[in-house]
């Protein structure tokens, strides 16, 4: 009999080790390593077909490969096709990450279900039953979408067999298990193995696979590093789960860019693409409140444009408080550190809170003028007149820094009927005949100057 060989894993981490420790070294994290047996018996996981057993890969030319047969597959979503690249590429793996009940398993099973091709959706995580009941709520009809509720690779690759699906999804990586690693389900090694076995699977018969994949607690993928190394494409599905707005965005792409980003809105009957996201995320009232500012931020190759919300109030306690959602509370401090020196607000008595709407988080530095101004607003309460926009970096001696495709922006901000943007002297702009007027500023005693008349 073989010798059972094992390892020692960080189920945190994902670092192996020859010998328990108390501690990992490379997370840091306690009480995290366990042995694992890495090896069975012999392996013999996806059995490769008798077309590709002999093949042998022959060094070709760049030019002489051939492309053509990688046509992506369409999935029937504008936002999604828009993430990948322009659709599935055959035979690639892709992995959609994201917090718990964010959407993940909604999201593909509404794509297997508006997919023209044999899709084979299988579940660890929910019965039939239950599959069938939410394919309800989405309320789409499809011949050709099969569910298997199976976590053994092995049982899997042979309905695989039986069914030939064009497409499969497995909801999630973490619940299989393979039979040629004997640890629990969800293990480093067992995480590892599974996706080898899929690989292998995926390139042999170019069949695109999507995995669901689960993150820990500070929004990794859980598992392994390596399996984000391993996978052509890594998505995030992400957003805040009281608001109704999820965004996808691509962390890793192969295929394509990962500027892209795909924008959904969660409702009662399945997810629903959203094409025109500005008009949504800005609340279009009639009276002008103090403290609200819209900023035009660009997220991936997409002009957004976000309502900022600021309250300043004096402090009651020693301390002032700050608190930020959606927004880096380490840069929100920055800010009004700038805004103390420069613009000589005593904002070191004051709480000050902040707010992006819909739940979004930006990490687009645009938004700092949009901050500034709204906290400014806020402060004097009073109200930003409610057809301006910003769209500027604050640099740390108050200075206003020029933002990139500043054009489009301007551009979305006319098309959604604002009348004035701001943003700083030093863009270069080539756009003209607006009918949006463009402020120029250079400094934050600029922008006050023009808010507070
Ligand atoms: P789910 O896809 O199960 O999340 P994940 O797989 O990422 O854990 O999403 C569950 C949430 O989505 C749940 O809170 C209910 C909500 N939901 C809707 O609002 N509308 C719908 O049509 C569906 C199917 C789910
Ligand atoms: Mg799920």
Same mark, same amino acid.
């Given at each position: 009999m073989a010798k059972v060989k094992t390892?020692?894993?960080?189920?945190?981490?994902?670092?192996?080790?020859?010998?328990?420790?108390?501690?990992?070294?490379?997370c840091k994290q306690w009480n995290s390593i366990v042995e694992e047996v890495v090896q069975k018996m012999e392996k013999k996981a996806w059995k490769s077909t008798t077309t590709v057993k002999n093949r042998v890969s022959k060094p070709l030319r760049v030019q002489d490969i051939d492309a053509s047969e990688e046509a992506r597959l369409n999935t029937y979503d504008a936002e999604f096709n828009r993430v990948l690249g322009g659709g599935i590429v055959p035979g690639s793996l892709i992995l959609l990450g994201g917090e718990p009940g964010i959407g993940k398993s909604t999201l593909l099973l509404q794509v297997s279900l508006n997919l023209p091709y044999k899709t084979l959706y299988v579940s660890g995580e929910e019965s039939q039953k239950q599959i069938k009941m939410r394919a309800q709520r989405i309320n789409a009809n499809n011949e050709m979408c099969y569910i298997l509720t199976e976590t053994k690779t092995q049982h899997i690759f042979k309905q695989i067999e039986v069914l030939e699906p064009e497409v499969v999804i497995i909801d999630s990586i973490q619940t299989l298990h393979s039979d040629y690693i004997e640890t629990s389900a969800g293990s480093v090694s067992q995480i590892k193995e599974c996706t080898t076995e899929l690989?292998?699977?995926?390139?042999?018969?170019?069949?695109?696979?999507?995995?669901?994949?689960?993150?820990?607690?500070?929004?990794?993928?859980?598992?392994?590093?390596?399996?984000?190394?391993?996978?052509?494409?890594?998505?995030?599905?992400?957003?805040?789960?009281?608001?109704?707005?999820?965004?996808?965005?691509?962390?890793?792409?192969?295929?394509?860019?990962?500027?892209?980003?795909?924008?959904? %809105?969660?409702? /009662?009957?399945?997810?629903?693409? #959203? @094409?025109?996201?500005?008009? !949504?995320?800005?609340?279009?009232?009639?009276?002008?409140?103090?403290?609200?500012?819209?900023?035009?931020t660009l997220e991936g190759m997409r002009p957004l444009l976000i309502e900022v919300?600021?309250?300043?109030?004096?402090?009651?306690?020693?301390?002032?408080q700050r608190s930020a959602t959606g927004f880096n509370a380490k840069r929100l401090n920055m800010l009004l550190a700038v805004l103390e020196k420069r613009a000589g607000f005593r904002l070191g008595a004051k709480d000050v809170f902040l707010n992006i709407t819909g739940g979004i988080n930006v990490d687009d530095p645009a938004i700092d003028l949009a901050v500034v101004a709204a906290i400014l607003s806020s402060n004097e309460d009073e109200a930003i007149q409610k057809d301006y926009?910003?769209?500027?970096?604050?640099?740390?001696?108050?200075?206003?820094?020029?933002?990139?495709?500043?054009?489009?922006?301007?551009?979305?901000? %006319?098309?959604? /009927?604002?009348?004035?943007?701001? #943003? @700083?002297?030093?863009?270069? !702009?080539?756009?003209?005949?607006?009918?949006?007027?463009?402020?120029?500023?250079?400094?934050?005693?600029?922008?006050?100057?023009?808010?507070?008349?």
């Open positions: 390892t020692y894993f960080c189920q945190n981490c994902g670092s192996q080790y020859p010998k328990w420790q108390g501690q990992c070294s490379s690989i292998k699977f995926a390139k042999e018969t170019a069949t695109p696979v999507l995995l669901i994949g689960h993150i820990t607690k500070d929004g990794h993928i859980a598992g392994p590093k390596i399996l984000e190394h391993m996978v052509d494409t890594v998505l995030q599905f992400e957003g805040d789960r009281n608001h109704v707005f999820r965004i996808l965005r691509a962390h890793k792409n192969r295929f394509g860019s990962t500027n892209e980003l795909g924008i959904y %809105e969660m409702q /009662g009957s399945g997810l629903r693409e #959203v @094409s025109n996201p500005s008009d !949504i995320l800005i609340s279009k009232k009639d009276e002008e409140l103090s403290g609200n500012a819209v900023a035009v919300q600021a309250l300043v109030s004096t402090a009651v306690y020693g301390t002032p926009c910003f769209a500027g970096e604050v640099g740390l001696s108050g200075e206003i820094r020029p933002v990139q495709r500043v054009e489009q922006r301007i551009l979305e901000a %006319e098309k959604l /009927g604002f009348a004035t943007i701001f #943003v @700083s002297k030093y863009n270069k !702009i080539s756009v003209k005949n607006t009918n949006i007027k463009i402020q120029l500023v250079s400094k934050i005693e600029d922008v006050a100057g023009h808010l507070m008349v």
